[in-house]
């Protein structure tokens, strides 16, 4: 009988293991095939103007945070209708994976831009975090008390980060910068 | 346990493939990178030749020298693998704090779970020594193959890619590890019947010259060039960078009041 339950669990670890691993292998197969051009198309449209006016709402231009009065201004019902609900999160997240995979990318073809590359990645799971744990709270029901936490922080970082990115492109003078625009 | 024909091909290959491949690490330069890789390759080597006396000279000790042997042989496998960790995980030279926690995580798991079916496994061994050591390996077995699975997931939800030679270190380290687990199941599950383990063995160290051979062809070709990144790219890249951390900075120090 134990010999029995040894086989079966054992091969149950087994199966699980190989499972696990060739998940993830197809997944890291996928990604170190994707080219720079393939990533950014996989981006997600996202309003950007409702994005800064999140993000506004909180810091200035500078990132630092506004001293004003009408600084935090928004609640949380209106992030939440300016992000498009669930949805707009989860496009959010989306956008950080690939914002993940092009640090990947970076790190794979680029090593002299490994610092940078790294600091991308840092960032875009930073966000990632954040969504995380909104959603997380919007299956428990906990969205509400969440939300002034997480959301706003993730906004205001996903903001900053993808401006960087386009001005990069920018003054690189890389084509597709309009595409990009869009989609960030 | 008698050894056969294809045993000494298999100790021939071993002994022959692993100095071909200390050779490799050395030509490639990669054995200031691949510093405990090259350490494990080296004992293996002296491994096979002190075995090889012993079973010569002193026949009869020879068992206890193999599994004396397997201690630091076991350890250095650890350390191969937290090796491949660093060179993964640290690409900047320091430990990401999410990844380290991730991968405290893993490996706190990891050892976890090899325990109730290590407890089950039932080595008819004679001495309590034997126990112990036969069910040590299994332990180490299911360990480490869960380790290299476990770091390939963490490395691909964290978006932190695989260098050439690291991929191809661990790949036959992990394609090993969970052969081992596979026969040192099977031979478990049948008492460690000697016909069994003997067959088994030879399965196990047939796969290991595979895997030396796998590494000998990959460690020899070079890592595929970077791609060239212009020069005003790179200077604005590092710009990005340092902005980015001066808003994050400031991010993080906010709080919504």
């Known amino acids: ?184 | 346990m008698q050894i056969t024909v294809f045993d000494r091909f298999l100790w021939v290959t071993g002994f022959f493939g692993h100095i071909l491949l200390l050779l490799v690490l050395f030509r490639r330069g990669l054995a200031r990178s691949f510093t405990m890789f090259t350490t494990l390759i080296a004992f293996s080597v002296a491994r096979t030749i002190i075995l090889y006396s012993v079973y010569r000279s002193l026949p009869a000790d020879y068992v206890n020298a193999f599994w004396y042997l397997a201690v630091p042989y076991d350890a250095l496998w650890f350390l191969v693998l937290f090796e491949v960790a660093m060179h993964v995980f640290r690409p900047t030279g320091v430990w990401p704090r999410d990844v380290w926690k991730s991968f405290i995580g893993i490996a706190c798991v990891s050892a976890i779970v090899p325990l109730p079916l290590t407890w089950l496994a039932v080595p008819s061994t004679a001495t309590l020594a034997r126990v112990v050591v036969v069910r040590g390996t299994f332990f180490c077995a299911v360990l480490m193959s869960e380790l290299f699975v476990g770091m390939f997931a963490l490395s691909a939800t964290e978006g932190l890619p695989w260098k050439t030679h690291v991929a191809r270190i661990a790949q036959g380290l992990g394609a090993y590890s969970v052969v081992c687990v596979v026969t040192q199941a099977i031979s478990d599950y049948f008492g460690n019947e000697p016909h069994v383990y003997a067959v088994l063995g030879r399965l196990g160290n047939a796969v290991y010259v595979v895997c030396e051979g796998y590494w000998i062809v990959m460690l020899w070709q070079e890592a595929p060039a970077p791609r060239e990144l212009p020069e005003s790219m790179l200077t604005q890249i590092y710009a990005l960078q340092r902005q980015v951390e001066d808003d994050l900075i400031s991010i993080r120090d906010w709080r919504r009041s």
């Not at chain 1, 040894?6 to 197809?26: E, K, N, P, S």
Request: hydrophobic share 50%; glycine share 8%; with cysteine.
């Open chain 1, 1 to 184: 009988m134990r010999s029995i339950c040894f086989a079966g669990l054992a091969a149950l670890f087994l199966a699980t293991l190989i499972g696990v691993a060739l998940h993830y292998y197809l997944r890291v197969r996928r990604s170190a095939g994707a080219t720079w051009e393939g990533l950014l198309k996989q981006l997600i449209w996202i309003d950007r103007d409702k994005i800064e006016a999140i993000a506004m709402d909180a810091v200035a231009e500078s990132g630092e945070p506004r001293p004003d009065d009408d600084a935090f201004s928004l609640d949380s019902s209106a992030i939440w209708t300016l992000l498009g609900g669930l949805e707009g999160l989860e496009a959010l997240e989306k956008n950080c994976r690939v914002l993940v995979e092009l640090a990947a990318y970076l790190q794979r073809w680029h090593p002299e831009a490994l610092v940078v590359a790294e600091q991308l990645r840092l960032n875009a799971r930073e966000i990632e975090w954040h969504v995380g744990r909104l959603k997380g709270a919007a299956q428990t029901g906990n969205l509400q008390s969440s939300f002034g936490d997480y959301a706003q922080r993730a906004v205001v970082t996903y903001y900053f980060m993808t401006r960087h990115v386009l001005e990069l492109y920018d003054r690189a003078g890389f084509a597709g910068l309009a595409e990009l625009q869009g989609a960030l």
